[in-house]
T-cell receptor
Framework: DGGITQSPKYLFRKEGQNVTLSCEQNLNHDAMYWYRQDPGQGLRLIYYSQIVNDFQKGDIAEGYSVSREKKESFPLTVTSAQKNPTAFYLC????????FGQGTRLTVV | AQKVTQAQTEISVVEKEDVTLDCVYETRDTTYYLFWYKQPPSGELVFLIRRNSFDEQNEISGRYSWNFQKSTSSFNFTITASQVVDSAVYFCALSGLSYNTDKLIFGTGTRLQVFP
C-alpha cells in the first residue's frame, strides 16, 4: 500500500536520552515534513526537506535534528536539549497535497 | 511572512445544523495553495481539499463546500446538515511555491463537536 509510515506509535523517553522517530514514504514525494502537536494545539513545523540531502529549520527546530539521506526516509531525533518533548509528532510527505502518517506519541518518563 | 488564522477555537452544533469554519491567511506570494484537513480522534490528518490561488470558484463535495475569496484572504469551509461523524478538529493550511515559502503552514485548528 502507498503511504506514510511512522514508527513507533508510542514512545517513552527517559530524561537526558535522545530518541529517533522514524518516517518512511513510498509515494515518491520530494518534500517531507515534521510537525509537533501539543494537546489542544495546532501543528507547529519542526523541520522540512524539499529534496534529498537538504533540509530547513521550521518554527521550533531547537532540540531536534533530522537527516534526509534517502528520498523515502526522514527520521527525526529528539535530543536531550529539547526540554519539553512530550507531544504528538506527525510526519508528512507532499507533492501537491500533503499526506500524513498516523503519528508518534512521545512521553518523557 | 506566511500565516493562517482560525479564530474559532471550538464550535458546538446539533446534528443537521449547518456550520461554517473560518480561515484567514496572509502571504506575499502571488501563487499559493490552500488546504483543509480533518483530524479525527485517532490523530491522523485526512486531506479534504486543495485550492490554488488562481481558482476562485467555490467547490462543493457532498455536504462539504468551500468559499475562497482572494479579496478578503479567506477560505471558509461549510458543512451542511452536520452529522455526529463530522466531529473532529479541522485545520486550514497554506503553502507557497517559492523556495522560502514552499512549506506547509497550519492554523491552530477549530474543534467541531456535533451532538445528536
Amino acid at each position: 500500500d502507498g503511504g506514510i509510515t511512522q514508527s513507533p506509535k508510542y514512545l517513552f523517553r527517559k530524561e537526558g536520552q535522545n530518541v529517533t522517530l522514524s518516517c518512511e514514504q513510498n509515494l515518491n514525494h520530494d518534500a517531507m515534513y515534521w510537525y509537533r502537536q501539543d494537546p489542544g494545539q495546532g501543528l507547529r513545523l519542526i523541520y522540512y526537506s524539499q529534496i534529498v540531502n537538504d533540509f530547513q529549520k521550521g518554527d521550533i527546530a531547537e532540540g531536534y535534528s533530522v537527516s534526509r539521506e534517502k528520498k523515502e526516509s526522514f527520521p527525526l531525533t529528539v535530543t536531550s536539549a529539547q526540554k519539553n518533548p512530550t507531544a504528538f509528532y506527525l510526519c508528512a510527505s507532499k507533492n501537491t497535497e500533503a499526506f500524513f502518517g498516523q503519528g508518534t506519541r512521545l512521553t518523557v518518563v | 511572512a506566511q500565516k493562517v488564522t482560525q479564530a474559532q477555537t471550538e464550535i458546538s452544533v446539533v446534528e443537521k445544523e449547518d456550520v461554517t469554519l473560518d480561515c484567514v491567511y496572509e502571504t506575499r506570494d502571488t501563487t499559493y495553495y490552500l488546504f483543509w484537513y480533518k483530524q479525527p480522534p485517532s490523530g491522523e490528518l485526512v486531506f479534504l481539499i486543495r485550492r490554488n490561488s488562481f481558482d476562485e470558484q467555490n467547490e462543493i463535495s457532498g455536504r462539504y463546500s468551500w468559499n475562497f475569496q482572494k479579496s478578503t484572504s479567506s477560505f471558509n469551509f461549510t458543512i451542511t446538515a452536520s452529522q455526529v461523524v463530522d466531529s473532529a478538529v479541522y485545520f486550514c493550511a497554506l503553502s507557497g511555491l517559492s523556495y522560502n515559502t514552499d512549506k506547509l503552514i497550519f492554523g491552530t485548528g477549530t474543534r467541531l463537536q456535533v451532538f445528536p
